[in-house]
């Protein structure tokens, strides 16, 4: 797919134009330190910018982020959708767990990047593999996790210098390759 421009992504998401969008994505399990993450977040622009939750089938995550946020128009608690592509199109900054998908759909759309807290495992590998290349940021310390966010927001030469790690380290058309070999 030809992805949409930023602003084309935010109208279609009725997102708002003139601030940072803060995307965060933690896996079905709502693994990670989100509360945090988010009180951060809402801090780094004073009164600007948009922090948009994909819960997906976590309805419990979803339920307690509009418990606990839900007075605050600046954070989005959605559910499962299929318009993940369109909110990575949409924000400024993507934050997930690095697991595999998630990570490879992030670095192919060359979204800034921040990893969170990792599952022990394969993921932790992936947190390092991505950081030690330049195509992510990992910390499992949300204040961290915002430091980089507001470098990401701020620094035209931090992001354009993150995607360019992520369009050297990606092979967008890998799973054609595959399948004409």
Excluded: W
Excluded at 86 to 103: E, H, I, N, R
Excluded at 110 to 125: H, M, N
């Amino acid at each position: 797919r030809s992805p949409p421009s930023q602003a084309d992504a935010r109208a279609a998401l009725s997102l708002p134009q003139d601030s940072p969008i803060y995307l965060i994505m933690s896996g079905s399990m709502g693994y990670g330190q989100l509360d945090p993450l988010i009180a951060g977040l809402l801090r780094l622009q004073k009164g600007a910018g948009q922090v948009v939750v994909i819960c997906g089938s976590n309805k419990k995550l979803r339920e307690s982020l509009t418990e606990r946020f839900g007075g605050n128009l600046r954070v989005l608690p959605l559910g499962y959708t299929n318009n993940v592509a369109d909110y990575m199109d949409a924000c400024d900054v993507f934050f997930t767990k690095p697991g595999g998908l998630t990570s490879t759909e992030a670095i192919v759309s060359q979204v800034p990047l921040v990893f969170t807290e990792p599952i022990p495992g394969l993921e932790i590998l992936n947190a390092h593999f991505f950081a030690q290349r330049g195509m992510a940021y990992y910390s499992s310390i949300p204040a961290e996790q915002c430091a980089y966010a507001n470098l990401l927001y701020e620094n035209k030469l931090s992001r354009e210098a993150m995607r360019e790690a992520q369009r050297k380290n990606s092979s967008p058309l890998s799973a054609v390759h595959i399948v004409d070999a």
